[in-house]
T-cell receptor
Framework: SQQGEEDPQALSIQEGENATMNCSYK?????LQWYRQNSGRGLVHLIL?????REKHSGRLRVTLDTSKKSSSLLITASRAADTASYFC????????????FGKGTHLIIQP | ETGVTQSPTHLIKTRGQQVTLRCSSQ?????VSWYQQALGQGPQFIFQ???????GRGNFPPRFSGLQFPNYSSELNVNALELDDSALYLC?????????????FGSGTQLSVL
C-alpha cells in the first residue's frame, strides 16, 4: 500500500519558474526522502530529511518537513528542462528493515 | 549514475512461468532491496537482504523469493507468474543494513507477462 501521497499528480511550468510539490504520509517516520525518476527507469536520490529536521537545502532543492501535519514539500527553484521527470517522496518507518514506502509521484513537465 | 546494474533490461514471459532477475550492488554496499513498480504507481517494497539473509519483507506472496550472494549481488525469483506481475522491477543497494537510509537504484528490469 502507498503511504505517501504527492500533490499535485502532474505539474507543468515554464523554464525558470519554481516548482513546488507536496507529500503527505500517515504513520510516524524515521526520515523522509525525495527521489526523481526519468522515463520510468531507475530512481535517483535527491535529498533526505530526518524526523527531527524541519528544513534542508541541496543546490536548487529545498525540502521542508512538518511532522505534526505529517507532510513535506519539495521546492525546485529556477527550473530547467532537464528537471522534467517524476518526483516521489518515500518514508522510512521508525525502525527496522521495512523498506521505503513510496507515494504515486508528481509528474513535472518544464516547458522550454 | 549509480553503480547498481540489473539484468536483463526487458523480459517477456508467459503466465505460469518462472523468472529470475539479477542485480549487482554498488561497490561497498552490503544491503540489497527489491521494489516492484506498476505503471503509473510508485515503487512497492518486496524484500531486503543484508549479509545474505532476508531481513525485511513487504506485502508480497511467497512465490516472490530472493537470494543474496557473498559478493552482495542478488537475485529475485518469481514463480507461477501472473498477469499482474507485469511491472518494472527495481533493485537498490545501500550500506546501512537494517536502517532505511539513502538507496542507490539500478535502471530496472521491465517484465511483461502475457
Amino acid at each position: 500500500s502507498q503511504q505517501g501521497e504527492e500533490d499535485p499528480q502532474a505539474l507543468s511550468i515554464q523554464e525558470g519558474e519554481n516548482a513546488t510539490m507536496n507529500c503527505s504520509y500517515k504513520t510516524s517516520i524515521n526520515n523522509l526522502q525525495w527521489y526523481r525518476q526519468n522515463s520510468g527507469r531507475g530512481l535517483v536520490h535527491l535529498i533526505l530529511i530526518r524526523s527531527n529536521e524541519r528544513e534542508k537545502h541541496s543546490g536548487r532543492l529545498r525540502v521542508t518537513l512538518d511532522t505534526s501535519k505529517k507532510s513535506s514539500s519539495l521546492l525546485i527553484t529556477a527550473s530547467r528542462a532537464a528537471d522534467t521527470a517524476s518526483y516521489f517522496c518515500a518514508t522510512a518507518p521508525g525502525g527496522g528493515a521495512d523498506g521505503l514506502t513510496f507515494g504515486k509521484g508528481t509528474h513535472l513537465i518544464i516547458q522550454p | 549514475e549509480t553503480g547498481v546494474t540489473q539484468s536483463p533490461t526487458h523480459l517477456i514471459k508467459t503466465r505460469g512461468q518462472q523468472v529470475t532477475l539479477r542485480c549487482s550492488s554498488q561497490s561497498g554496499h552490503n544491503t540489497v532491496s527489491w521494489y516492484q513498480q506498476a505503471l503509473g504507481q510508485g515503487p512497492q517494497f518486496i524484500f531486503q537482504y543484508y549479509r545474505e539473509e532476508e531481513n525485511g519483507r513487504g506485502n508480497f506472496p511467497p512465490r516472490f523469493s530472493g537470494l543474496q550472494f557473498p559478493n552482495y549481488s542478488s537475485e529475485l525469483n518469481v514463480n507461477a507468474l501472473e498477469l499482474d506481475d507485469s511491472a518494472l522491477y527495481l533493485c537498490a543497494s545501500s550500506s546501512q543494513g537494517t536502517r532505511s537510509e539513502k538507496l542507490f537504484f539500478g535502471s530496472g528490469t521491465q517484465l511483461s507477462v502475457l
